[in-house]
C-alpha cells in the first residue's frame, strides 16, 4: 500500500509499453505475411513469449549483469555479452526489414505466389508457425534488454518489476490485432513501420558500439512521421467520398 510503490509501478508499465512498441511493430510486420488461419495464434503466442522473456530475464538479474562484463577487446574497445547481443540482433533486424520493404515495393506478390506454388518457401502449417515465434523469439530477448534494465532502474522489488511487464504485455495484446489490422490494409503505413524497424535496427548496432542514442529521438521522428501519414490517408480518402459523389451525380443526370 506504499504510495512510492503504485507511482514507481505506474511509471514503469507505462516505460515498458513504450519500450515494447517495435517488439509489437515487428510482430505485426511477420504476422501480415502469413496465411490468416494463424495469424491470431502467432500474434498472441509470440507477445507471450515475450512476457516470458521479460520475466526469464528479471530472474536472471545476475545474469544480465554479467553480461556487462568485458569478454575482448577490439581495436581498444571492450566488447561485452551485452554488446554482441545488441549487434547480431540489429543486424537481423535490419536484414529482415530491409527485405520485407523490398518484397513490399518490389515484389508484392512474390512471398503469396511462393507459398501458393510451393517454389522456394516449403513451410506451411505448423513448420510455418514454429518458423515465425522462433524468429519473435530471436527479437523479443534482444527487445527485452532494453526492457528489463529500464525495469531494473526504476524499482526495488521484482514483484513489481514483473507485474508492470504483464500489465504492459497485456495491453500490447488488447491493441495488437487491431494495429495489426490497420497495418495491414495501408501498405503505405506498413512501409513506414519497416522503416522503422530499420532504424531500430541501426540503433541497436550502434547501441553495440557504444555510440547511444535516445530512443525518444526515433520515437518522436517516426511519430511524425505517422501523423503525416495518418493525415495523407484521411485526404485521400476523403478525395475518394468527393470523386464518388460526383461520379452517382454524374451518371443520375
Known amino acids: 500500500m506504499d504510495p512510492n510503490v503504485w507511482i514507481a509501478f505506474a511509471i514503469l508499465t507505462a516505460l515498458e ?13 511477420l504476422v501480415s505475411k502469413l496465411p490468416a488461419d494463424i495469424r491470431d495464434r502467432v500474434r498472441q503466442f509470440g507477445l507471450m513469449f515475450a512476457m516470458a522473456t521479460r520475466v526469464g530475464l528479471l530472474f536472471s538479474l545476475s545474469w544480465i549483469i554479467g553480461l556487462t562484463e568485458p ?3 577490439i581495436a581498444g574497445k571492450s566488447i561485452t555479452g551485452r554488446d554482441l547481443v545488441l549487434f547480431f540482433g540489429g543486424l537481423f533486424l535490419l536484414w529482415k526489414a530491409s527485405k520485407e520493404i523490398y518484397l513490399e515495393v518490389e515484389a508484392p506478390h512474390q512471398v503469396e505466389e511462393e507459398l501458393e506454388a510451393g517454389a522456394a518457401i516449403q513451410k506451411t502449417g505448423a513448420k510455418l508457425f514454429w518458423y515465425s515465434i522462433i524468429q519473435i523469439g530471436i527479437l523479443d530477448i534482444v527487445f527485452s534488454l532494453d526492457s528489463v534494465i529500464t525495469a531494473v532502474g526504476m524499482a526495488d522489488d521484482i514483484e513489481v518489476m514483473i507485474a508492470a511487464v504483464m500489465v504492459a504485455v497485456g495491453v500490447m495484446m488488447l491493441f495488437a490485432k487491431s494495429i495489426g489490422e490497420f497495418v495491414e490494409a495501408h501498405t503505405s503505413v506498413k512501409v513506414l513501420a519497416l522503416a522503422f524497424l530499420m532504424m531500430v535496427g541501426m540503433l541497436l548496432v550502434a547501441e553495440s558500439f557504444g555510440q547511444h542514442v535516445p530512443k525518444a529521438y526515433l520515437y518522436s521522428a517516426m511519430g511524425f512521421s505517422l501523423l503525416v501519414e495518418l493525415l495523407n490517408l484521411r485526404s485521400k480518402a476523403k478525395r475518394q467520398r468527393l470523386e464518388e459523389i460526383a461520379r452517382s451525380k454524374a451518371s443520375a443526370a
Request: glycine share 6%; charged share 10%.
Open 17 to 29: 509499453i513504450v519500450l515494447g512498441i517495435d517488439n509489437i511493430v515487428f510482430i505485426t510486420v
Open 71 to 73: 569478454l575482448f577487446d
